[in-house]
């Protein structure tokens, strides 16, 4: 799978882990380069506390973009130091147009 935003990989794996229709990636397989962390978070009850990360490619900036759980409840401790993404991320087979 890779994560392409603006026509940049940002994170590639052929080991995702898919929660809720999202794919997961190892820590890794980021690219951490075009990662801003943000303020952002947010609470779901079964994985725990999300952490917001804005992308950021050139001079372009897609807020909150991504997101990690780095202290996922017991439910999700599988998806421990993973990272997805969405708002235009683009979340594909590698080798896919």
Not at 20 to 35: C, I, M, R, T
Not at 48 to 63: M, S
Not at 69 to 78: F, R
Request: aromatic share 12%; net charge negative.
């Amino acid at each position: 799978m890779r994560a392409v935003w603006k026509n940049v990989v940002i994170a590639g794996s052929d080991e995702t882990t898919v929660v809720e229709g999202n794919h997961y990636f190892p820590a890794a397989a980021v690219k951490q380069e075009f990662l801003r962390p943000s303020q952002t978070t947010s609470v779901c009850p079964w994985k725990g506390t999300a952490h917001y990360f804005d992308l950021v490619v050139g001079d372009q900036v897609n807020a909150d973009s991504a997101w990690c759980y780095p202290e996922p409840k017991e439910a999700a401790a599988h998806i421990k130091d993973h990272m997805a993404f969405w708002r235009g991320v683009d979340v594909r087979e590698d080798g896919t147009a």
